[in-house]
């Protein structure tokens, strides 16, 4: 059912009145309630002129204006995700992330993209670039750090309201209409991966326009916690994460682990077990137990200069 | 109307009561005086600034606080474990000592009992106020998680608070009827207000069975509560994955802490009100003296926990542990540490061992100090460990914790509110319990265990 978001005619239109439907994030306009007196496009005549010559302008998902017989335009009925639909997940997936620590040159690329898509302020990130040096003698390297959507995750566990949350399809999401604040979760989290709405937020309107969604985390909502949400929506689009799809070494690989299968932006689909097994994948501090869905490759046989970590000794773990 | 004659009956007790409440005691009720008024009228001024800045905070956001990602809790939450501490203070005194049968503890249990109740009153408004969302609060009952830890915290303080006002108020009916009905010159709503609480007690011998009944049946509920209070908030420490307070030493770590503060609590308001309220023939230097040995005996434990919490990681020297020592000893919180130790630690065990100290100036001292210290301490707790994550922090970022203006406003006010509370409380009801003490005097030398004694062979 979530194909249909793609294949269907997104109904709206070119005038500033129809783009306040479309804001209010309503694909559910039909060609019956969209007229607006004076508009070019759009017929005045709201009674079943099909037959007519009336037309109405409609834009597709991939942007484009048509003009069709406004006779042709029916009403379509979104998939709107329900709030339970969203706290289950999208039904038989297993997302897991898998960062190739070899290719990583600390860019930061993964940041920006992200920062960018979701509207990240500049304060606070949720893909971190860390520089990691595990003891002196050996190699620093750089280490994204996302969420980890731990299978065993401490932060679920200690919320108080349930407004954090583990998914059937592995993700951790945080329901910033339910949160209280009490950052709990932040103190659990080992690794430190989410953020606070310390105070109002700011967001643009490109943010608001899109309506709140856990899937997404924006527009932001005050005093609650936020973090990476291994981008579902994306998902739900057959599309990559944006840290994953901006990182120009396609270092980040995302796929479904029940389709053994991971992807990153160089359009490199890999066997994401057998990956694991052939380059000795871990995860970030195992002992901890929290079971990450983020898998690292060790970085071997690397093409780039690491960190030079003698002058900040301080960073170092 | 009813109520009224039924306590007429036993008029002539009640009357012989009257005539014994002792001059001091009744004095304590009486106007508020100048100095009074103006440490009321000072209190409330801070207590309305500390509103203010609340009022400030609501309106920024926690943006408003010295938190941040990395320093996600600050002096609220510090506030709010060292507040449920102080209110360890009530159950000791009036529980263990009870169960224990130490009956000098009369006098002083309704004052140590009220020192609880304050303390949990302002605990339960500090965590609202260190939510980021107070408006959500109700979240906590339409959605809440039982597995959350919060969630037992919410519903022990609850618990501990309801039972604490419970256990403050029964050994207080027996008074209530005492003030009804003496001759003080009470204003009309306040002698309505000693009706209505004194629930028509007129002090036979069924009423007393079943009061010392309810007390003693408090007094054994009340125990474990406490300890849940203070286990499970250490938990909400403890239950997560951190160096500091990932430690199965906790939980009684901060029963102990709680105990140690909550003494010197009692001893800092017992020297408060002996001077001011003149109560040197009910606060004696007997009961500092007894006080004192406690506090010198929880000092010791305290520091022995304190030590294994720091020995094992200083001499393991876990990688996640590294940073967290060094922090705290030669870092940025090694002023605060070191305080501590001084000041929660060697100087009251100083002021308490030594025979020459150990008297009523010195015992408050260390008393004073002690809560200075254990302040600290909870200081200590919180943030030297928010401090050393596993990961470092990100290169080119500078987190660190200054509490604002705001947070000492907010955290000034709800100390001044503690005071108000109490002050109100104690040019209300008697602050040393007269019944008790009355019952007390004859029998002290001969009646050990009191308390399982059936009081009307004591009272009428």
Not at chain 1, 310 to 316: A, F, L, P, R, T
Request: overall charge positive; proline content about 7%.
């Amino acid at each position: 059912m979530n194909l249909d978001r793609r294949h269907f005619l997104r109904l709206g239109m070119a005038t500033a009145g129809a783009a306040a439907v479309a804001a209010a994030g309503f694909e559910t306009a039909t060609a019956a309630q969209t007229p607006a007196p004076g508009n070019s496009g759009a017929a005045g005549g709201v009674s079943g002129g099909n037959a007519g010559g009336k037309t109405m302008k409609v834009m597709t998902t991939d942007g484009q204006l048509l003009e069709v017989p406004a006779g042709q335009a029916r009403q379509i009925k979104l998939p709107v995700l329900s709030s339970a639909d969203i706290r289950q997940g999208i039904p038989g997936r297993r997302f897991v992330m898998m960062i190739d620590l070899a290719k990583c040159d600390g860019c930061g690329q993964c940041t920006k993209s992200c920062g960018q898509m979701h509207f990240i302020p500049p304060d606070r990130q949720w893909i971190r670039v860390f520089q990691m040096q595990d003891s002196p003698a050996t190699a620093p390297y750089y280490m994204p750090r996302p969420c980890f959507h731990c299978d065993n995750p401490p932060c679920t566990k200690v919320c108080p309201v349930g407004a954090t949350f583990k998914r059937e399809d592995g993700i951790v999401l945080i329901d910033n209409e339910r949160c209280i604040g009490c950052r709990f979760c932040m103190a659990a989290c080992p690794f430190n991966a989410r953020c606070f709405n310390w105070g109002p937020p700011n967001d643009p309107p490109a943010a608001l326009a899109e309506g709140y969604s856990p899937e997404h985390g924006f527009p932001r909502r005050i005093g609650t916690a936020e973090k990476c949400d291994f981008c579902p929506d994306m998902a739900r689009q057959g599309k990559l994460p944006d840290c994953s799809s901006g990182c120009p070494m396609g270092a980040i690989y995302y796929g479904d682990q029940n389709e053994d299968a991971v992807t990153n932006s160089q359009g490199e689909t890999l066997r994401f077990s057998q990956t694991l097994r052939d380059r000795a994948a871990f995860r970030y501090r195992e002992d901890l137990g929290t079971q990450p869905r983020v898998y690292y490759l060790p970085p071997v046989n690397r093409q780039y200069p690491g960190p030079d970590l003698h002058s900040k000794k301080g960073d170092q773990a | 109307m009813t109520r009224r004659s039924a306590a007429s009956i036993p008029h002539s007790a009640a009357s012989a009561d009257t005539a014994e409440i002792p001059a001091d005691l009744l004095a304590t009720l009486g106007p508020l005086g100048r100095a009074g008024w103006c440490l009321l009228v000072g209190l409330v001024a801070i207590v309305c600034w500390g509103a203010g800045a609340y009022i400030y905070q609501l309106r920024h956001g926690l943006a408003a606080t010295g938190m941040n990602d990395y320093f996600s809790w600050g002096l609220y939450i510090i506030n709010y474990i060292f507040l449920i501490g102080v209110g360890m203070a009530g159950t000791l005194i009036s529980a263990m000592l009870r169960l224990t049968g130490a009956s000098w503890r009369r006098s002083i249990t309704r004052l140590a009992e009220a020192i609880t109740l304050f303390a949990l009153l302002l605990a339960g408004p500090m965590i609202m106020i260190d939510m980021g969302r107070p408006d959500r609060f109700l979240n906590l009952l339409i959605h809440g998680r039982l597995q959350s830890p919060i969630l037992w915290d919410v519903f022990s303080l609850n618990t501990y608070l309801a039972g604490s006002l419970l256990y403050l108020y029964l050994p207080m009916i027996p008074d209530m009827a005492l003030l009804r009905d003496c001759s003080a010159p009470f204003a009309p709503w306040r002698r309505r207000l000693y009706r209505v609480l004194a629930l028509g007690w007129h002090g036979d011998a069924r009423q007393h069975r079943r009061l010392e009944k309810a007390m003693a049946i408090m007094a054994i509920i009340i125990l474990p509560v406490a300890v849940s209070l203070h286990t499970i908030t250490a938990w909400i420490f403890g239950l997560t994955l951190r160096p500091g307070w990932h430690s199965t030493i906790i939980g009684p770590d901060y029963v102990i802490g709680a105990l140690y503060s909550g003494i010197a609590a009692v001893i800092t308001v017992m020297a408060i009100f002996r001077r001011s309220f003149h109560l040197e023939k009910y606060l004696t230097a007997d009961h500092f003296r007894k006080l004192g040995l406690l506090l010198l005996t929880l000092c010791a434990v305290y520091f022995y926990f304190t030590l294994n919490e720091y020995v094992g990681p200083s001499f393991v020297t876990e990688t996640a542990e590294i940073p967290l020592l060094a922090h705290i000893f030669h870092g940025p919180y090694t002023v605060v540490f070191w305080s501590m130790a001084t000041v929660g630690f060697l100087l009251p065990g100083l002021l308490l061992a030594l025979p020459w100290t150990r008297n009523i100036p010195g015992i408050v001292t260390a008393s004073v100090l002690v809560n200075i210290g254990m302040w600290l301490m909870r200081f200590i707790i919180v943030v030297p460990t928010l401090s050393a994550p596993y990961l470092p922090f990100p290169p080119g970022t500078h987190y660190h914790y200054v509490p604002t203006l705001v947070e000492w406003s907010i955290t000034a006010g709800a100390f001044a509110a503690f005071g108000v509370l109490y002050l109100v409380f104690a040019k209300l009801f008697p602050i040393v319990s007269i019944w008790e003490t009355m019952e007390t005097e004859p029998k002290e030398a001969t009646v050990p265990v009191a308390a399982n004694q059936p009081a009307e062979e004591v009272l009428v």
